[in-house]
C-alpha cells in the first residue's frame, strides 16, 4: 500500500466520520462505490465533491469532463461541487511548453492548464456562487475588491450549488 494512504490512515484513525479510499480518479465509480465512501456518505442528503487541483492531471479534456460528470451524478438539490485547476493565463507557445518541461522534469506526470471557458463548463447547469470562476486569490471574502487576473498563470477555482 502506498504510504500515503498509510500516513492518511494513521492521521485519520480517531475521526469516525472521514474515510481514506484507495481509488483512480479516472474511475469515478471506484470512488463513489467504495466501501468506505458508501459508509460515510449519504447521497440522499446534501454532500460536496471536491476536486482541489486533481483535474489538471488529465491530459484528455473529454475524459475530464467525464468524470466530473459522473461524480456530479449521485448528487441531489442543495450539494456543491467545488473545484481548482491550473490555468495558462497569457502564455503561450514556447513560454507554455518551457513550463511543461519544467514540470515534467520534476514529477512525473504532466499539467494540462485549462481556459476559464473549459473550467466553467464543469459547473455548466448548476447555480455557480460569485465571484465565479476566477483565479483562486479573487475567493478571498477579506479582500472584496480583488479584482481577477486572468493574464496571469496559476489555478482558477470555482464553487457551484446543484439545483
Known amino acids: 500500500m502506498p504510504i500515503v494512504l498509510v500516513h ?7 475521526s469516525p466520520q472521514t474515510a481514506v479510499v484507495r481509488a483512480d480518479l479516472r474511475d469515478p465509480a471506484s470512488i463513489l462505490d467504495a466501501p468506505e465512501v ?3 456518505i449519504d447521497f440522499t442528503r446534501p454532500v460536496a465533491v471536491l476536486l482541489f487541483a486533481i483535474l489538471h492531471f488529465v491530459p484528455d479534456d473529454k475524459e475530464a469532463e467525464e468524470i466530473v460528470s459522473r461524480l ?4 441531489v438539490g442543495g450539494s456543491h461541487l467545488a473545484l481548482s485547476h491550473s490555468y495558462a493565463g497569457d502564455m503561450t507557445g514556447e513560454a ?23 473550467v466553467g463548463a464543469y459547473f455548466e447547469g448548476l447555480d455557480l456562487l460569485e465571484p465565479g470562476v476566477v483565479p ?25 450549488r446543484i439545483r
Open 8 to 14: 492518511a490512515r494513521a492521521l485519520l484513525a480517531d
Open 96 to 118: 507554455l511548453s518551457s513550463g511543461r518541461s519544467v514540470y515534467r522534469a520534476a514529477t512525473s506526470g504532466s499539467l494540462t492548464p485549462r481556459s476559464a471557458e473549459q
Open 72 to 75: 456530479r451524478a449521485p448528487l
Open 38 to 40: 458508501r459508509a460515510h
Open 136 to 160: 483562486i486569490d479573487a475567493w478571498r471574502p477579506e479582500w472584496p475588491d480583488v479584482e481577477p487576473d486572468f493574464g496571469r498563470p496559476g489555478l482558477l477555482g470555482g464553487v457551484a
